[in-house]
């Protein structure tokens, strides 16, 4: 499977080339257009516990749909919710990734994707404990909100990253979390919540954009709301 990116950054579109009879698994409502003759079975992956820790836990659809090309091959185009761009990670038996909630799209048929405790600290670090992990051997293809950044840490390099801003990352990489700022007054007035403190070697993908705080500030300007009033209103997300 080969894919190909295009209308980047803001609005990309996936465009995932099929050879004959070859499969590709994507999220519910991922897929926007494909060539004549693909042929689609919803089902949930791995049984229904396994489907409910995927849409319960995880945040993902229940079903995952299984499209196959036709005999002479095929495409399929697929594309994320929000405005951002798209991610081809290129997984491998010594390189799996943990995927963080909503942004995985699709896979190829030989990538395992399921449910991933993120440990105790993610589960209370505002994103959910819960994501997705990705093993075996090809691409996984994520959509982020706004554009990509990559880190690529050395041995012993650190970096510190919000954890709203997380995509994806090395399941071998090194990480703790931990709240921003000391003091409950000092995360209020800096409006800063959890981060990550990755150490490498390793790779982490990031999304230039939050969507969880998106999600905030758009519910507190919605009509009935009351933007100026509370914590909230003073301190940020």
Do not use: C
Not at 36 to 57: F, N
Not at 76 to 96: E, F, N, S, W
Request: hydrophobic letters at 40%.
């Amino acid at each position: 499977m080969q894919v190909q990116l295009r209308h980047s950054p803001s609005f990309t579109v996936a465009r995932a080339f099929l050879s004959p009879h070859e499969q590709i698994k994507l999220e519910g409502g991922a897929m926007m257009a494909h060539s004549a003759g693909m042929t689609l079975e919803a089902r949930s992956e791995g049984g229904i516990m396994a489907g409910l820790k995927r849409s319960v836990l995880a945040g993902e659809s229940f079903f995952v749909t299984t499209y196959t090309a036709p005999g002479d091959g095929g495409w399929l185009d697929m594309a994320g919710v929000l405005p951002g761009d798209i991610a081809v990670i290129d997984v491998t038996p010594d390189r799996p990734y943990y995927l963080a909630k909503g942004n995985w799209i699709a896979n190829a048929s030989t990538v395992t994707v399921d449910t991933q405790f993120g440990g105790m600290s993610n589960l209370f670090g505002g994103e959910g404990g819960f994501g997705l992990r990705a093993n075996g051997s090809g691409p996984a293809v994520v959509s982020v909100y706004g554009a990509i950044d990559v880190f690529d840490l050395q041995p012993g390099q650190q970096v510190t990253i919000d954890t709203g801003h997380v995509v994806a990352y090395e399941l071998n990489i090194r990480f703790s979390m931990r709240k921003a700022a000391a003091g409950i007054l000092n995360s209020l007035k800096s409006g800063e919540g959890w981060v990550f403190d990755f150490t490498g070697p390793g790779r982490v993908l990031l999304q230039t954009r939050n969507p969880s705080a998106f999600a905030q500030w758009a519910g507190s300007v919605a009509p009935g709301s009351n933007p100026k009033g509370g914590l909230g209103g003073v301190f940020g997300r």
